[in-house]
């Protein structure tokens, strides 16, 4: 915004123009739909979270991108890859793929999550819990099932001697 300046004393008088340029402020924020950072995985397969991300700051946010801190052999995706501009107010959904690695041990794992805007940027903490396939469970159960059978088995038929 152009600004006249006049000052005066006396009979001396000067004029000057200056610009102001205002800049707004930049706030991004990011978070689930429900608020829980958790999730649950299978290792080697993908799981899939609704990400949004909102511009609480004045000004428009633009060329906000995304990027991930997580463990090793992990892949993670973003749909949309990059979000052009931001308004202000403005809120944006993002798809998150998250795909542990197969030879993930089963236990609790940290993702970070991070959203860059333009001047600004926010890092949301997923807490991925990887859980092993109950398949290996019921295996289990069925060997044991099939060791007791046969014993049972060897004593009706050999009996006592």
Do not use: C, H
């Not at 999730?39 to 511009?55: D, Q, R």
């Not at 041990?105 to 970070?112: E, I, K, Q």
């Not at 001047?119 to 044991?144: F, N, P, Q, Y």
């Amino acid at each position: 915004y152009p600004v006249l300046v006049r000052i005066s004393s006396g009979e001396s008088k000067a004029e000057v123009k200056l610009t102001v340029n205002l800049t707004g402020t930049y706030r991004l924020d990011a978070g689930t739909p429900n608020g829980i950072l958790s999730l649950e995985a299978m290792a080697g397969k993908p799981v899939t979270f609704s990400l949004f991300v909102k511009n609480n700051g004045s000004a428009v946010n633009r060329n906000v991108s995304f990027s991930s801190f997580k463990p090793e052999n992990w892949e993670t995706t973003f749909k949309p890859e990059k979000i052009e501009a931001l308004a202000q107010g403005e809120m944006k959904q993002v798809e998150v793929t998250i795909k542990p690695g197969s030879q993930s041990l089963v236990g609790d794992y940290s993702v970070g999550i991070m959203t860059t805007g333009e001047k600004s940027d926010k890092t949301v903490e997923m807490r991925v819990t990887v859980k092993a396939s109950s398949a290996w469970g019921w295996i289990g159960i069925g060997i044991i099932l099939l060791v007791i059978a046969g014993l049972s088995i060897l004593f009706v038929k050999m009996g006592r001697r």
